[in-house]
């Protein structure tokens, strides 16, 4: 239970600092193209912070060296093209449904939860688990 919510802690830290990169994105350049670079800058950021804080905090990683935690790092970012699939599906459709900022974040949100509680067990498994490459 405690991994759990340490976890849940952490995603809900990672969210944040998504959305509101994503904002601070809007903020920056409100162009033709200010969504999707939002959502491709939150996108980088977020998973950046959620691959440190998973590391040192749920999976207890040291990577051996530079190049170790390099390709964990791709790795851990190949596990998530299909969890972000999902948070970008949401997030769209959320924008394109309601056509609000609240709206389209909380679509964001949404996706985020269900693509981090994928992502958890694809890790667990794939990326920092014994199958894991070293």
């Known amino acids: 239970m405690h991994i759990a ?14 959305i ?6 809007t903020v920056v350049y409100g162009g ?3 969504i999707p670079i939002s959502v491709f800058v939150g996108t980088v950021v977020g998973l950046v912070v959620k691959y440190d804080l998973d ?14 935690n390099g390709k964990t790092f791709v790795l851990y970012a190949a596990m998530g093209l299909v969890t972000t699939a999902v948070f970008w599906g ?10 609000t900022k609240e709206m ?4 964001g949100a949404i996706g985020l939860a269900i693509g981090y509680w994928t992502k958890y067990h694809l890790d667990k498994r794939f990326v920092f688990g014994r199958e894991a490459v070293a």
């Open 55 to 68: 590391k040192r905090f749920i999976f207890n990683f040291r990577a051996n060296s530079v190049a170790h």
């Open 104 to 107: 389209r974040f909380l679509g």
């Open 20 to 25: 509101g990169a994503q904002d601070l994105s």
């Open 90 to 99: 949401f997030e769209w459709a959320f924008q394109h449904i309601f056509a």
């Open 32 to 34: 033709t193209f200010a």
């Open 5 to 18: 919510i340490t976890y849940t802690l952490l995603a809900l830290i990672a969210m944040a600092v998504n």
